[in-house]
Structures are given as structure tokens and as C-alpha cells.
């Protein structure tokens, strides 16, 4: 069972950055894949970015790509999304999720993850 507690949304101008940070309970954090979906109310929600186990392998939505890092501390069982040059149109709901079984299903598809935060709010004023 892992628990996951996201920190760091809040509100900024368009233009500025915020880092999101993810902490993991769970003694096999290491082995899991990390990522981070987004929602806005009336949508479906949107895959923003992952990071596999082992060697780090990271992954990005087309529209945040360039813009956000997302990356891992295992010795703290914590993931950051290092979030830079944010538009209004990255207003959202951010979720962290985690899964242990990534073996033929999409990393970018939000069924392929069992575990997932709470939330926390981002709001980017133009």
C-alpha cells in the first residue's frame, strides 16, 4: 500500500514557476513508478509527466514539455514537478500517482495507476 500527499500548489503569475513535491509512504518506493496527472473540472484528466524506477526514464505531455522536470529523491520516497514558464492553461488540480506494475499499459493513461493523492491546486493568473 503506498500513501502519496502532494505539497506546493498556490497561485502565480503566468511566466513564473512553482515545484510541486510528492511524498510516498511505503518501503518499496523505489521500485514504483512516479507521475503526475492534472484535472480541470468538466475534463477528463491529463497525463503531465512520469519517471520509471531504476535508471529514471522520464516522460512528458507534449504541452508541458521543455516547460516541466519531474524527478525523484529515492533515499526520501519523494517526486518533484519542477513547473517553469507556466500559462493559465496550466491551471489545474495536480495529482501525484504511483504504480508497481507498469508491464503493458500506458504510462500516460490514468487507469494504469493504482495509487493517487490528494490533489493540490495551481492557479496561473495571466
Known amino acids: 500500500q503506498v500513501q502519496l500527499v502532494e505539497s506546493g500548489g498556490g497561485l502565480v503569475q503566468a511566466g513564473g514557476s512553482l515545484r510541486l513535491s510528492c511524498a510516498a509512504s511505503g518501503r518499496t518506493f523505489s521500485s514504483y513508478v512516479m507521475g503526475w496527472f492534472r484535472q480541470v473540472p468538466g475534463k477528463e484528466r491529463e497525463f503531465v509527466a512520469a519517471?520509471?524506477?531504476?535508471?529514471?526514464?522520464?516522460y512528458y505531455a507534449d504541452s508541458v514539455k521543455g516547460r516541466f522536470t519531474i524527478s525523484r529523491d529515492d533515499a526520501n520516497n519523494t517526486v518533484y514537478l519542477q513547473m517553469n514558464s507556466l500559462k493559465p492553461e496550466d491551471t489545474a488540480v495536480y495529482y501525484c500517482?504511483?504504480?508497481?506494475?507498469?508491464?503493458?499499459?500506458?504510462?500516460?493513461?490514468?487507469?494504469?495507476?493504482?495509487?493517487w493523492g490528494q490533489g493540490t491546486q495551481v492557479t496561473v493568473s495571466s
Open positions: 500517482v504511483a504504480d508497481s506494475d507498469m508491464t503493458g499499459v500506458s504510462i500516460s493513461w490514468h487507469g494504469s495507476y493504482d495509487y
Open positions: 519517471i520509471r524506477r531504476r535508471f529514471g526514464r522520464t
